[in-house]
Each structure stands twice: as structure tokens, then as C-alpha cells.
């Protein structure tokens, strides 16, 4: 799996098509937060921003293999193992750039009652909840289940925000935490929302890799 996770890391990379998930990531953060904010709510966007960053990532890695290269991998490493490796690249890689956001982040912002290891970590917490949440939503928008790219699209966009709006979803309680909380609670407020987004993401990408294996 290492292996098969280097290669599509550098197919992603060769192909620079993260640049775009990135600048937008990059844009959303610099507009929307301001140095000397609060820092809670700083975090509240910046973990909200990133689900569907990481779904945008998540597609493109999905997708970014060629035919004839996927014709020689797969029947070697098998499409299921391929595909889950997919996945993981397109979410880890969201995952990276979520982790240097909340740095940058609490270090600009306003720390003030919460403390700035408290807010790391729930900072930390909530973009890894938002990226599970986003992870599943590219991988439900993508290949196998949906492969006509208008309707890929289009799911992407519409999944990834009612992932956000949506009651029940982890991304919202997350959010919703990050946003009204202080202290210590929010770090407590945070765990059923791991747990959830843990649950749900290992349960697609699973889905994910069998229907690879059945479908292609």
C-alpha cells in the first residue's frame, strides 16, 4: 500500500493539478480571517474551508491515472487496493495542508482563554474532521459510483455543502463547536465528531474499494 500510495503522490504532484485546491484554500483563509481574531472561530473556518478542499483532492487523485497506466497497475496491485490508495493520497494531502493552516492560524490569532496548545489541538481535531467528511464526500462523487464528469461535479459541490449544513453531519458539529466554544470544552465537544467522521470515512472508503473491485 506504501508503494501504491508514492505512486499516485507523484502522479498528483507531477501533474500540479493540486495547485488549484491549494490556492483556494490559501484565498478562503486570507480573506476570511484576520490577524488578532479570535482564535476559535479562525479554526472554525479554517477545518470548514478544508472538507471540500479535500474532496476536490480526493477527485483529482481519483481520477488523474491514465488508462493505459491503470490497465498495467491494476491487475497487479488489484483496483481495490488501488483505489483505496487513491483515496488516502488525495485525503492526506488535504490533511498536510490543513495541519500547516492551523499553525498559521493560532499564530496570528487572538489565543486568549483558550491557550494556544488547547487551540492547536482542537484545531488539529476539527480539520481532521472535516477532512474524513470530505474524503468520503470525493469519494462518493467520483469513480466508481459516478464517472460522467458534469454529474461528478456537480455532486461534489452540492454533497459538500450540505456535508457542512446538514444536522447529524460531523463537519457541522465540528464547526458548530469550534464556533461557540471555549477552553477546554471544545476539546470535549470535538470527540463524538472524530469518532463519527473515523467511523464514516473508514466505512466509504471500504465501499469504495469493493465497488472498484466488482465495477472496473
Known sequence: MTALVRYHAGLLLRSQRWLAPLVLYAAVLAIGIHAG?????????????????????????LTQEPPAARAVVAPAAGRGRGH??????????????????VG?????TDTRGVGAAAAVTAGLLGATVCALVGAVVGALASRPFLKATGWSLAA??????????????????????????SGAGVLTGLLPSGAGALVLAAAVAALARRATARLE
Open 37 to 61: 481574531e479570535p482564535v476559535l472561530g479562525a479554526l472554525a473556518l479554517t477545518a470548514a474551508a478544508l472538507l471540500p478542499v479535500t474532496a476536490w483532492a480526493v477527485r483529482i487523485c
Open 156 to 181: 461534489l459541490v452540492l454533497v459538500a455543502l450540505l456535508a457542512l449544513v446538514a444536522p447529524g453531519s460531523p463537519a457541522r458539529h465540528a464547526v458548530t463547536v469550534l464556533t461557540t466554544g
Open 84 to 101: 483505496l490508495a487513491a483515496l488516502l493520497t488525495g485525503a492526506g494531502g488535504a490533511v498536510l495542508a490543513g495541519v500547516a493552516a
Open 104 to 108: 498559521a492560524v493560532v499564530a496570528v
